[in-house]
Every structure is written in C-alpha cells, then in structure tokens.
C-alpha cells in the first residue's frame, strides 16, 4: 500500500493517530512534576495535551491538506517563540487588549459565514471557496476521528 493511498484510508489515519499520540502521552507522562496538582500545572498538562493532540492528528494526515501544514507550523512557531517573550502586562496591553476586543466584536457583528469557516479551518484565510469547503470537509473528518481515539483511549485508561 503507498502512502497516497494509505493516508486517504480512514482506518490507516486512525492507527498513525493513535500511536503518535500516545507516544505522546507517554512522554507527557514521564515529564510531569512529582508535586502535587497546582492549578497551573493542570492547565499546563492540559496544554501540553491539546498540543499532542493537534500535532498527531496533523502527522498521521501528512503535508498534503493545507490545514495539516498550517497546524504544524503555528506549533512549531509557538515553541520557537515560547522563550522570546517574556509575559508582562501593562496598563497600556490592558487598554489595547480592551480596544482590540470591541474591534473583533464589531466585525464578528458583520462577518459573513464564509469568513467564519476561514477563521474555523486551520490555514483557511489563504484559501479560495472551493478549497475551503474541502479542506473544511477533511478537517471535520479528522477532528471526529481525534474525538472517538481518545473517548477510546480514556475507556482503555480508566
């Protein structure tokens, strides 16, 4: 079986799924704090998972859907870029976060659903219609598939 044809295959992207997240998991696991649960580090864990998550649903579907390629790289930018910034809030960042969001809402008021969707679809704003509607199509095949994998694995844990 190539890959073409074994990365289309449903069973084949849930089988690549499942073992890269649980490779995950597992390193995840092993790199957690022997103190107990603060509830940043449960938010930490969290994140941490969530980013497994979306970085093995992306590998076992590989380079070939534009979204797949836009959620490896908006992870690989965030830990690239985890150890530049370092977090300070000013009263300016506060007034500028307020004014931002009176902005966003503004414009949610008027967005139409297709630029709703380009904003759902990870990669999506570069995309002609056509394209979106595809791509949109295979990510909310795959979110499905992620979905029923770890509703799976947590039984199995549990």
Known sequence: MNLQSSSSNPNFLKLRFTKGFLRALMR???HRSKSSSSPREISQRYRRIKLAADASMALAVGSRRLWSRAVLWRIRNQVR????????V???A????AQKKKEE???LAYD?????LRKLVPGGAA???????DEASHYINCL?????????????CS
């Open 81 to 88: 870029n985890r150890h530049v910034f370092v977090k300070r």
């Open 144 to 156: 499905t598939t992620q979905v029923k994998m770890m509703r799976r694995i947590a039984e199995i």
């Open 94 to 97: 506060i007034k500028k976060r």
């Open 127 to 133: 995309m002609d219609i056509c394209s979106l509607l």
């Open 105 to 107: 809402q503004y414009h």
């Open 90 to 92: 000013s009263s300016h």
């Open 28 to 30: 995840i696991y092993r």
């Open 112 to 116: 139409d659903q297709e630029n709703k």
